[in-house]
């Protein structure tokens, strides 16, 4: 298993029970392929550093887990196609201390 960080901003308009239930969906996609979410917290609703497709602020969500290969390119997948997520990307965590 290894180590990974999907870092994901949901849309503005979207309230906390949606925003949570977002994070939770794809927190269960990990746990379906087999793997184990470390930790998945949701931060603020924040500014953009630019404007993307109209928005100017989103929420920004961290998850933290470990899994095998196929589970980074299905979360991938999923969050191309959902409507709700602005932008995401999924990381290999490198040097993480034990």
Same mark, same amino acid.
């Given at each position: 298993m290894t180590k990974y960080e999907a870092f994901y901003l949901v849309s503005p308009?979207? $309230?906390?029970?949606?925003? =949570?239930a977002i994070?939770?969906?794809?927190?269960a996609i990990v746990e379906k392929e $087999? $793997?184990?979410?470390?930790?998945a917290g949701k931060w603020d609703k924040?500014?953009?550093?630019?404007e993307i497709g109209g928005l100017k602020e989103a929420t920004y969500i961290l998850m %933290?887990?470990?899994a095998g290969p196929k589970v980074p390119a299905?979360? #991938? #997948? =999923?969050? #191309? %196609?959902s409507d709700e997520i602005v932008r995401h990307m999924v990381l290999?965590?490198?040097n993480v201390p034990a």
């Open positions: 308009a979207l $309230g906390d029970t949606e925003v =949570q994070a939770d969906k794809f927190k $087999g $793997g184990t979410v470390e930790s924040r500014k953009l550093a630019y %933290n887990f470990e299905e979360l #991938r #997948r =999923q969050m #191309r %196609n290999l965590r490198d």
